[in-house]
């Protein structure tokens, strides 16, 4: 019992020395303070800052874990949302109008007439608009007369196009939308004035909710990345991280007590299955092409967590390597232009084609179009899917997604195609309809406690088998 305690009193004093150092990687550097973590990433391309910092807390769960938890940026809307309302005699009585207002580094940034995709919409009720109060400092939109009751939705024009991605492929870890509670409204009145005190980094803050992260005395593993004491330049290079950090943590073979159907205790039907070494997610009837969101590989670190990834790498190659081009003369079609034209035979989702051909990038959307037009002089064309619906459908109702937003080829396969009698190019891609729905996990730790998996904030209870 004396050498346990010791053991413990030796490892609380390594957290802490631990909690004194700056910890950094090639995507990042973290400061610890208390029970709070600084995060910094590099060259962050937005707002014109070269660096981009984000504040976690954070709790030990065992001897090797911690729990993060980014601020919450929902409720802080919320809690800070103004309204006033009150009878203009300046306006009609025939409608309720409201108007929207914002911090002025919202309005300045994201906002700015100078980025043409930096467009927002808003849902209130029923009615969608398109926003954009930079000039006036806010907008306006009219609603029904004697209008008793207001929600509303705020979320980018065009997500997937303005957005700083996270991950490899094209992951986004932000939120995706902001919703409002429902407020009152006297009826009597006709104006409406709403002050929503979101900032301008709302849409791309990596917003953490309940992730697991692995600490040792020198460094933290979290989300795949492994955060070291810095050296002498000025962050970690890739070469120096291990292409797979999880080989140096304790890998035991799967138990067959962590084996079977762990149901969330808030979504009737909604279930994790630990099948062998193979994690499976699963929201059945909830109007996916796909009632299996997540298919994952994962090995178990320690008595109470395992690590999972989803071998997205294969299944990308697969897409690719299953793309079908053929380049031919056609008799029909001037010979000074190239017609490409794109089909997506597994697939009945409408898609938004991106290319990029001679300087020129246009978009069409699949099916509406499926044809596009370029020059015979072109020497590069590439392009990227993506879904043509401004706003998914979300994983989380708070406004996060875990899947891809696009899907990229650069061009090498489309231009070895492109010859002097070339005149027609077809592009088979083979896409699924669940594509842009499943969840791409590039490594997160999970626990499983007490027949009990923690993951994501949510809690999966263990269906005993009778």
């Not at 304790?250 to 279930?271: L, Q």
């Not at 062998?276 to 109470?304: H, Q, S």
């Amino acid at each position: 019992m004396k050498r346990v305690h010791i053991l413990l009193m030796m490892l609380l004093c390594a957290w802490s020395t631990h909690a004194q150092k700056k910890l950094s990687s090639e995507f990042g550097r973290m400061e610890i303070s208390g029970d709070s973590i600084m995060m910094t990433r590099w060259g962050h391309r937005f707002y014109g800052t070269e660096n981009f910092s984000e504040k976690y807390s954070f709790k030990k769960i065992g001897e090797h874990f911690i729990e993060l938890n980014g601020e919450p940026l929902p409720l802080m809307a919320a809690e800070g949302t103004k309204i006033s309302q009150k009878k203009d005699p300046g306006l009609t009585d025939e409608a309720t109008t409201v108007r929207f207002s914002f911090p002025k580094d919202f309005t300045d940034e994201f906002l700015n007439p100078k980025w043409p995709l930096s467009n927002l919409f808003i849902r209130i009720n029923d009615t969608l608009i398109r926003m954009n109060c930079a000039q006036q400092g806010y907008s306006e939109i009219l609603l029904p007369a004697n209008t008793d009751k207001i929600s509303f939705r705020l979320y980018p024009e065009d997500f997937s196009a303005n957005h700083y991605y996270h991950g490899l492929w094209k992951q986004s870890f932000s939120l995706h939308y902001y919703d409002s509670p429902e407020y009152e409204i006297d009826p009597s009145n006709n104006l409406v004035e709403i002050y929503v005190p979101i900032p301008a980094t709302y849409f791309d803050i990596f917003y953490t909710k309940n992730e697991f992260a692995q600490v040792t005395d020198t460094s933290i593993h979290w989300k795949h990345v492994t955060y070291k004491p810095p050296k002498k330049k000025p962050y970690i290079e890739k070469n120096d991280i291990p292409e797979d950090w999880a080989k140096d943590t304790i890998v035991i073979r799967c138990p067959t007590k962590f084996e079977g159907v762990y149901y969330d205790v808030k979504n009737n039907g909604y279930r994790i299955s630990l099948t062998g070494n193979r994690f499976y997610y699963i929201e059945p009837n909830a109007g996916w092409a796909n009632d299996t969101l997540a298919i994952c590989k994962f090995d178990i670190v320690d008595e109470e967590f395992i690590y999972i990834k989803y071998p997205h790498l294969i299944y990308e190659a697969s897409v690719i390597l299953g793309t079908k081009i053929k380049s031919y003369r056609g008799f029909f079609w001037p010979r000074k232009n190239i017609r490409v034209r794109f089909s997506f035979p597994n697939t009945k989702t409408k898609l938004r084609i991106e290319y990029h051909a001679k300087n020129k990038i246009e978009e069409i959307i699949y099916p509406t179009d499926s044809i596009v037009w370029i020059s015979k002089k072109t020497d590069y064309f590439s392009y990227f899917i993506k879904p043509a619906d401004t706003l998914p459908k979300m994983h989380d109702p708070i406004g996060l997604f875990y899947g891809v937003r696009e899907f990229p080829n650069f061009g090498s396969d489309i231009n070895d195609n492109i010859r002097f009698f070339t005149n027609a190019i077809d592009i088979e891609v083979p896409l699924d309809d669940s594509y842009f729905e499943r969840y791409y996990i590039e490594g997160e730790y999970v626990r499983v406690h007490n027949d009990t998996i923690s993951w994501k904030g949510r809690s999966f209870v263990k269906k005993q088998q009778k």
